[in-house]
């Protein structure tokens, strides 16, 4: 793919039982940085091994540098009440291999169990292939997080390998699992619906 036919970042929105997975937007900022990092939920960080904390100028500077940058896709989780839960984000787009990695995390346990992360991982996969028209969406889980992985399984992600006590959760250390779906076995998934 040359870069004459990279796809354009248009807005996105899907909408669920009431929720609302979209496109961010400049105005989001402040909002991000309250959702996820000025409460942070010790649970979420442990569950993704985040160790670092930031500060307000790092998260606010990172997300506006998102916005314009063609090899990521960043999309918000809300709320009915337009509350932000969570992000899910493509990123290291590699447009010439169509392959890319993805990441989800919701900021707070409360979220969890309710059906928003098996939606927005089926959302998000099927817009990589769709949309972006990648041939393998790729994503790392821990081995501490094994509902993360569950969905990861529904969704159409196989294990590829292991990283063997590559984090540290905080109260041991846990294997880091590669998985990734591929172009045709998205589409067989999709002809099964």
């Not at 992360?117 to 990648?134: H, K, N, P, T």
């Not at 959760?169 to 076995?185: F, K, N, Q, R």
Request: with cysteine; proline share 3%; glycine share 6%.
């Amino acid at each position: 793919m040359n870069e004459n036919s990279v796809p354009k970042k248009l807005p996105c929105r899907w909408e669920h039982e009431g929720y609302v997975l979209r496109s961010t937007r400049a105005e989001d900022v402040d909002a991000y940085w309250e959702a996820g990092f000025v409460h942070a939920d010790p649970e979420v960080d442990r569950l993704t091994a985040t160790r670092e904390t930031f500060t307000e100028e790092q998260v606010k500077s990172f997300f506006l540098g998102c916005l314009p940058d063609p090899d990521r896709r960043d999309f918000l989780i809300c709320a009915s009440d337009g509350r932000i839960l969570g992000e899910a984000v493509i990123n290291e787009i590699d447009w010439f291999l169509r392959s890319a990695n993805f990441r989800i995390a919701l900021f707070s346990t409360k979220s969890c169990s309710h059906g928003i992360g098996s939606w927005v991982v089926s959302c998000i996969r099927d817009y990589a292939f769709q949309e972006l028209g990648l041939h393998r969406l790729s994503l790392d889980v821990l081995s501490c997080n094994p509902r993360a992985k569950h969905v990861y399984e529904k969704a159409g992600f196989e294990e590829e390998g292991v990283l063997r006590d590559a984090e540290w959760d905080g109260e041991g250390y846990c294997d880091d699992i590669l998985m990734a779906i591929l172009e045709d076995e998205w589409r067989r998934l999709v002809q099964s619906r």
